[in-house]
């Protein structure tokens, strides 16, 4: 079983930027799929971002602003977050699937134990 821990959440002012990471416990991100998802307190849990290899996707709410990638040297993905909104406050969790995991949570099959990342205005 893969163990994925996520860190770099904080409080952010709008307008800032955070960068998180998921570390794994073993080689994983170069074969499998990552994902990056987010829940906010009484919503749904919500796809930001995945990538498989190099294919990259995004949610409509966070294209051009957040950014997806790996180190596969290191076993990390990371979540680049620019211009944060106060929309963007929620606990975002990493993710690890099979390869061509998509949007939906029940894709993946190893979830990290979330970061905060509060924005204030």
């Known amino acids: 079983q893969v163990q994925l821990v996520e860190s770099g959440g904080g409080l952010v002012q709008a307008g800032g930027s955070l960068r998180l990471s998921c570390a794994a416990s073993?080689?994983?991100?170069?074969?499998?799929?990552a994902g990056w998802f987010r829940q906010a307190p009484g919503k749904e849990r919500e796809f930001v971002a995945a990538?498989?290899?190099?294919?990259?996707d995004y949610a409509d709410a966070v294209k051009g602003r957040f950014t997806i990638s790996r180190d596969n040297a290191k076993n990390t993905v990371y979540l680049q977050i620019n211009n944060l909104k106060v929309s963007d406050t929620a606990v975002y969790y990493c993710?690890?699937?099979?390869?061509?995991?998509?949007?939906?949570?029940?894709?993946?099959?190893?979830w990290g134990q979330g970061t905060q990342v509060t924005v204030s205005s």
């Open positions: 990538m498989t290899w190099t294919y990259a």
């Open positions: 993710a690890a699937g099979p390869h061509g995991s998509g949007r939906m949570p029940w894709q993946y099959n190893s």
């Open positions: 073993e080689r994983t991100f170069a074969t499998n799929a």
